[in-house]
């Protein structure tokens, strides 16, 4: 959704068409009394607060974006700099992605700061990036390259990582062919290299400033857009509520045991998804893993299971991204339990890694028009091009 392929709406679903949703409120948690057993809610909407009162609590806050206190990102965040977790992030990157190419389209527009407003800088190597970057390049040579002929050849595309490696959890020999496609396609990969700030700096012949990031190497790198998405770190409520006596890991994630149960308040509370972590067998921060979590906390709620009848095993179902051009990757090495059996299953790569991406996420949606929605929209963008208004 952040270069048009698909639209907004056909990727969220609004929970009160769900069925089976008993009651629901559209508020944000400011705090828990575990004495009480009582959570403090505020309207978003700024209509005062309330209080619910619990016999048995879940808590599955998940996290947000690291910034590691990089000089003026959160600042400049909104204007050149973009965050990559939210469906609004999504957004707001697609409308500057276009905005940079109708400013450079201007006939003042110099050709140093054309090739400035078109140069993306993306930082992160993980899943994530990587396949934003790849989606991105799909949009500049299949769409702009088409609307803004004369615009293209200014544009690049930059990945920068911290660590030795692009996508860490995945195999070598996937990590070797995703960096030669990229290789292929001019997107240049910077690894062992840090962003660790944000710059203005004066463009002759503008009133405006422009922006440049600072490398951990001395060097710097002018952008029109630069899209983070290089870590994550628990919410502040996550914080308030370890503060209360709630055991915590050193990066701040709530510490549960293998039934999911939070320390010290077992039977009473429970933490799912990336907010929490088990002491004896931590899980990566995947979406698989938190929805497994609710499966099995929705039989322990249900009385399906006893809360210590079994404790939770996550089956991991392999890891797998799109890198753009009908190419996919499938990492079926860690098929299986992490802390046991393991399946021996290939890994695959190329369109047939594509059409597996495609097919187990079009599976995961909720509701049929979703699913129905979905692959109208890529016939769309196959068949006529990605939407490129802006809203």
Known sequence: SAVGTLEFRAIQEPIRTLPNVYQFYQAKARDIDFDTQEVVCDSIYGSGSFSIKYDKLVMAMGVKTNTFGTKNLVER?????FFLKHLWHARSIRNRTI????????????VQEKKRLLSFLIVGGGPTSCEYAAE????????????????VEHTTLTLVEAADAILGPFDNHLRAYVERLF????????????????ELCHVEGFHHESTKAIMSDGTEHRFGTLVWSAGLQPVKFTDKVTSKGIQRTEAGRIIIDEYLRVKGHEGKVWAIGDCAECETMPLPLLAQVAQQQSGYMAKVLTKSIREDEKAFHFYSLGSMLSVGKWKGIYDGQSLGDPYG???KVTNISGFAAFI?????????????TNKLLIPMYWFKSWAFGRDICRF
């Open 77 to 81: 965040e909104g204007q050149e700099v």
């Open 99 to 110: 905005e940079v190419f109708e400013i450079a389209a201007l006939p003042q527009v110099g």
């Open 136 to 151: 991105l390049y799909d949009f500049l040579s299949e769409d702009m390259a088409n609307l803004y002929p004369d615009l």
């Open 183 to 198: 290789n292929k396609r001019n997107i240049k990969i910077r690894t062992k290299t840090a962003v660790t700030g944000v």
């Open 341 to 343: 059996w393991r399946a």
């Open 356 to 368: 597996t991406y495609r097919t187990a996420y079009w599976g995961k949606q909720v509701s049929w």
